[in-house]
């Protein structure tokens, strides 16, 4: 059975930096696309970053020039590194894999991203 636990939500003050993580477990991680969307109140899922196996990476329009996807096989991990925090920045970040072979998707719990001072 697939699993995607996200970690290392929490407060943190405009300017500063967070660190997500995913690990994935009951998948052959490389066969996944992983990404990190996002999504507050009232507004639809955005989507973040994505990052194939090969380390090809692409990112949304939100975080460009802010953020990093960094991806660990050896590990079943994805990472987002977002600095420059701004107060539209906090939302419930959730964590997606995807089997590039049948699209199949698969979503964490997400995890909640607080900036305020």
């Known amino acids: 059975q697939v699993q995607l636990v996200e970690s290392g939500g929490g407060l943190v003050q405009p300017g500063g930096s967070l660190r997500l993580s995913c690990a994935a477990s009951?998948?052959?991680?490389?066969?996944?696309?992983m990404a990190w969307y996002r999504q507050t109140p009232g507004k639809q899922r955005e989507f973040i970053a994505t990052?194939?196996?090969?380390?090809?990476?692409n990112y949304g329009d939100s975080g460009k020039g802010r953020l990093t996807i960094p991806r660990d096989n050896a590990k079943n991990t994805v990472h987002l590194e977002m600095d420059r925090l701004k107060p539209e920045d906090a939302a419930i970040y959730y964590c997606?894999?995807?089997?590039?072979?049948?699209?199949?998707?698969?979503w964490g719990q997400g995890t909640q991203v607080t900036v305020s001072s």
């Open positions: 009951g998948v052959f991680f490389n066969a996944y696309a």
């Open positions: 990052i194939l196996s090969d380390g090809y990476s």
């Open positions: 997606s894999a995807q089997r590039t072979s049948t699209g199949k998707l698969f």
